[in-house]
């Protein structure tokens, strides 16, 4: 009796012991079909996010460059505007039309006030005999460009010299 106890023992053992490996076996089969699940959620919500990133990116590309395109033609809007008013007001100097000329000078200096602006302005005012304004827009371009280049007129070249804007060794052709 005790031997088909025994027997009893050891075959219900040898089963339980099956049970339990394939109970485990099912486990690990579960929880590996859980891991893998999890991972195909986590694989399509970075995909998912990969994608969403992707299209963010893009936009803010197609943004950036829609905002250079606008910056650009803003600002050459403006050089186009300066470039004409200052040409108009150079013509009109060297023509001797020195209001017209201040004027369209004036037009360039509301866009953008620069070195060749206040120079031809200047000179503009000697041309209209206003020494004070003549010397006062001068002395501003030198300030703001001291290589502003000075016409090749006599007179505004003695002014300058006279109001101690250039040197007196000034020489035109250097």
Known sequence: MRKILTGLYIGISVLCINCSASEKNRS???????????DSVSADSTAQLTLEELEAQKRQ????????????????????????????????????????????????AEIKETADILALRGSIYLGLGDIEKFTEQWRLALEMDNEVPIPNIPYLIQQLKKEGLIGENYNPQN
């Open 61 to 108: 590309q197609e943004l950036e460059q829609q905002y250079i395109r606008e910056l650009s033609e803003r600002y050459q809007g403006r050089a186009n505007g300066i470039t004409t008013f200052y040409s108009s007001a150079q013509r009109l100097f060297y023509m001797g039309k020195f209001q017209s000329a201040l004027y369209h000078i004036n037009k360039a």
């Open 28 to 38: 690990a089969d579960e929880s590996t079909q859980t891991t893998q699940a999890v």
